[in-house]
């Protein structure tokens, strides 16, 4: 994709914040309000309580019940809300340690208020959108807060078939309705949904997606989904429809997770699955290790590609730190034939830039492609990531 693309995209990506301040269209990532952690006892001043309400005036008077107006629609207490919000903004301002001093210069209280107002109006339109089809039956309401999450991507060096660099914005946004029972979720995104896990973020697919999303816990608490929705290909809408399945199990002091993944296109891409098989184990609390086994086939590709990947992390979560090690092969067979398609040693290093919510990360990365008759091939990857709401994990 060229760099005009990337431009399009990007507004894009805003024109859909813009919808989503007139309560149309929003993001979100599940977070239970149980377990949000108070960042202060700051009590909210009314500039706060201006910026926070979730429905619009008019709407209706709430009754002695606490519940609900007078033409049976649900009424959120908008004060709890307003507190819940309040303590994610305040845990998001503890970390003093970024590279932006957080001291009381204009332009940091600028970014400061950007970032508070900016994700109160986010989380209420999305709260506006889940409360429209209640109505007092739905008790109690789930106090769920949402996670937004941008992600700018740039790479210079690395294998001749790149160029000398490369550019890309990483989106999404995801709408979970808990009053359809956390079941059914709205999705925008340009994640590359059906590439290796272990893959360089910067050679994954970038379509713009656009779906619908169903979860169901099955038994033993895993989770089964189904999907559909239309891929931008291109600027050319095209159908799509997944189904996923994800089991969990503890082995060997740690977790094994197996996530297997079919899914459809209407075009020549037609029938893929994906199948990853993860264990990590935790070393101590801060460090971790993972090893992951993905394969993938696809009609286009002609092929099975294989994936083998080890991970070593250090993740300070309070801090919004750490590094990851990762090394990674790809090899396929095709045509009764395996071949090595590429090799990839890299460390990430993340560090706040400014609070808890405004992230840079830096990857020096070796590769050794086929393409390059595996002569070795750096780069350096410069990434930065806006957090607005949810938990440093969310990004780690």
């Not at 303590?87 to 503890?94: D, K, T």
């Not at 950007?114 to 994700?119: A, E, F, G, Q, V």
């Not at 990483?170 to 999705?187: I, N, S, T, V």
């Not at 050794?368 to 969310?394: A, T, V």
Request: charged share 25%; proline share 5%.
């Amino acid at each position: 994709m060229n760099r005009m693309a990337h431009v399009h995209m990007a507004w894009m990506f805003f024109g859909v914040l813009g919808l989503i301040f007139a309560g149309s269209g929003c993001a979100r990532f599940r977070k239970s309000a149980a377990g949000h952690k108070p960042g202060g006892d700051d009590v909210p001043d009314a500039n706060q309580a201006a910026a926070a309400p979730a429905f619009r005036p008019g709407a209706g008077r709430q009754n002695g019940n606490g519940r609900t107006n007078g033409t049976n629609r649900l009424v959120v207490d908008t004060n709890h809300v307003l507190s819940l919000q309040t303590q994610v903004i305040e845990g998001a301002r503890q970390n003093e340690n970024g590279v932006v001093a957080p001291a009381n210069h204009r332009f940091t209280r600028w970014l400061d208020r950007t970032h508070d107002s900016l994700y109160r109006r986010l989380d209420n339109a999305v709260r506006r959108v889940d409360t429209m089809w209640l109505t007092e039956e739905v008790q109690p309401y789930d106090y769920d807060l949402s996670t937004f999450r941008l992600r700018f991507l740039g790479r210079v060096g690395g294998r001749s078939l790149d160029g000398n660099g490369d550019f890309k914005v990483r989106f999404r946004a995801d709408l979970a309705l808990p009053g359809l029972q956390q079941k059914l979720h709205l999705f925008l995104d340009n994640s590359g949904r059906d590439e290796l896990p272990g893959s360089d973020p910067l050679d994954r697919e970038d379509d713009t997606r656009l779906g619908i999303r169903t979860l169901w816990e099955t038994l033993r608490h895993h989770e089964l989904s189904l999907g559909g929705g239309v891929r931008f290909q291109s600027a050319r809408p095209v159908a799509w429809a997944d189904v996923e399945w994800k089991g969990k199990w503890p082995v060997l002091d740690g977790k094994l997770e197996l996530n297997p993944r079919g899914f459809w296109y209407d075009n020549e891409d037609q029938f893929g699955q994906r199948t990853t098989l993860t264990w990590t184990r935790p070393l101590d609390d801060r460090k971790w290790f993972q090893w992951v086994t993905s394969e993938r086939t696809t009609e286009a590709t002609d092929g099975l590609e294989l994936e083998q990947t080890i991970r070593f992390a250090s993740l300070r979560i309070r801090k919004g730190r750490g590094w990851v090690v990762q090394a990674s092969m790809f090899p396929h067979y095709k045509h009764s034939e395996w071949k090595l398609d590429d090799f990839l040693v890299n460390l990430t290093l993340r560090r706040p830039l400014y609070r808890n919510w405004v992230f840079y990360t830096l990857t020096p990365q070796v590769e050794f492609p086929r393409e390059d008759d595996y002569h070795p091939k750096p780069s350096l990857r410069i990434g930065m990531e806006i957090l607005l709401g949810g938990e440093l994990r969310d990004l780690l």
